[in-house]
């Protein structure tokens, strides 16, 4: 289960654990995939593979076959687990990323904070509005009705207080309120054509 992994019961055992992949990144000759289920995240190692072929999995609902590996503090106390997985074979996709989120409607911001959709957890959203505020790692964003923190996967470089934007991430939960978690945004100009923001943005929302 994926409480038994989050306190280290499984060490060095061969594990099951499904959920979708909410970012790709590379360490060295090995690809970092952080999967998200409903109250936990996990690494996953890959030991082989390719970069581009890991962002394919962006948005999917997979499921990971791989060995549980305990993440230990300072203190030598258990803080979690990861999973060590040889290859790509070792990642079924159970669910395809959804690929009309550029082509859809933005939701109402307010749509997020109502409490009715806060269990949707799995899929992204898609909204947009205003950057009111830039902070390390994250925005503030807002429309006509209510306003949300987006965690940033990236932050454009060029992005400034008062651009119009859209933002794709997962609904997650902050300490006062709900929040945007692993955004990406791209910036829209004054006349509301889409302005990529970086180039690995262009290739993961799809």
Known sequence: SSQGLQVGRYEAEWVNIDGVVRRVRQADARLILTLARTGARFDVILENGTLADAEELIGAKVIVNGVAERILNRAGQVRGSRLLVPSRENIEVARLADSDLLTREPIRIRELLDPAGQQVVTRPF???????????????????????????????????????????????LGQLRPLLEDARIERLDAQGELVVANAQSQRILY
């Open 126 to 172: 898609k909204i947009e509005g205003t950057v009111s505020l830039i902070r390390q790692g994250s925005v503030f964003l807002e429309d006509e009705d209510a306003s949300i923190e987006a965690l940033l996967v990236r932050r454009p470089g060029e992005l400034v207080v008062g651009d119009r934007v859209t933002a794709v991430g997962y609904l997650g």
